[in-house]
């Protein structure tokens, strides 16, 4: 038996060694086999970078849509009774957009240290806004401000055009600027009268 166990135990061995002598082979052999790797070439860096920069100006591309919609400046149609808590009746004028809505009333009394008063809406909210040189200052296209925006009258020259008994009309750009960027313009009628 004893003799069996030690037939059975070289037997072992062998086989053992025999098979790390085959893994050995097999390891060898595979260092041995040609590795294929691309190689680094100008072209293949500049098909990199091409990627990396059109990565990048996708990403500024996001980065421009999303700070443009932060700073649209989009006024609303507005009417002269939603603004009487700001704007007083008298003298003024209106700004009236492309399609005869207005997006403007203002009035002023007489005298050129008179304030303007005047309304936009925006956002659903009417926006207060101020201005000086009274009604004359306001009929020739004044700036007026708020804490955050600018609104700029440009009217035409001339006496303008005469709508009804009391009302002269010119044709005019409002510009809207806010102080934290983004300006809007707007082409119509500035209206002018009581």
């Known amino acids: 038996m004893r003799h069996n166990g030690a037939i059975l135990g070289v037997a072992v061995m062998a086989l053992a060694i025999t098979g790390c ?59 002269f009774s939603e603004t009487l808590n700001i704007v007083r009746p008298g003298l003024g004028c209106s700004f009236i957009g492309g399609d005869d809505a207005s997006l403007l009333f203002a009035t002023g009394e007489d005298g050129a240290d008179q304030p303007i008063q005047a309304a936009v809406k925006m956002n659903g909210g009417i926006i207060p806004l101020l201005g000086r040189g009274g009604y004359s200052a306001l009929e020739a296209g004044p700036t007026l401000t708020s804490e955050a925006l600018e609104v700029t009258i440009q009217r035409g020259e001339g006496e303008g055009e005469k709508v009804g008994v009391e009302t002269m009309e010119w044709p005019a750009t409002l510009t809207i600027a806010q102080d934290e960027g983004g300006s809007a313009s707007y082409e119509g009628r500035y209206s002018c009268g009581a």
């Open 21 to 79: 002598a085959e893994q050995e082979a097999i390891t060898e052999a595979e260092l041995q086999r040609p590795v294929e790797v691309e190689p680094v070439t100008t072209d293949n860096l500049e098909d990199d970078a091409a990627t990396d920069s059109t990565d990048d100006a996708t990403t500024e591309d996001a980065a421009n849509d999303k700070e443009d919609k932060a700073t649209e400046l989009v006024l609303e149609p507005v009417t």
